[in-house]
């Protein structure tokens, strides 16, 4: 073999090395682009699955908005008339807002929290206790739905 077949070969095999080095830059890139959106594409199958809850979660709570009324009005009823019939509705009814994720916010004897709590009076009483009760305030799961309506307590 003579020199200029020698230099023939080196350059082609400097050639293939550089194709191949190529072809590897290529490969990798390719395979970070793949990696890359398998990864988007969990994302968005995570971020649709979270929307769609959220969005149960926002009709359900505008519902529940919407039948607190009838529930207040049950309760009020209760207040006043002893029927046993009304005292298993109204049972049927929490139980059933219960199931959904829906909570009484406990509020006589509490400390006033002005996140859960709106006061609409206040009465003589241990300072800043929760006397009594003039609306029942609700949570679905942890955010509040409705807030409960307050006489707080006074010291005078």
Known sequence: MDKKQ??????????????????????????DKYKRAIADYQNLVRRTGEQKMEWARSSN?????????????????????????????????????????????????????PHIMEAVGTTKGENNKVIDEARVG????????RSAQVIVGKEE
């Open 6 to 31: 020698e230099e023939k070969i080196q350059e082609e095999i400097i050639e293939e090395a550089d194709i191949h080095a190529d072809c590897k830059q290529k490969l990798v890139i390719a395979e």
């Open 61 to 113: 709570k505008e519902l529940l908005l919407k039948l607190l009324p009838v529930l207040d009005t049950l309760m009020l009823a209760q207040k006043h008339i002893q029927d046993k019939g009304l005292e298993i509705s109204v049972n049927q009814f929490i139980k059933l807002l219960e199931d959904e994720g829906v909570t009484k916010i406990k509020t006589i004897g509490e400390e006033y929290n």
């Open 138 to 145: 609700f949570m679905i799961h942890d955010t509040v739905l």
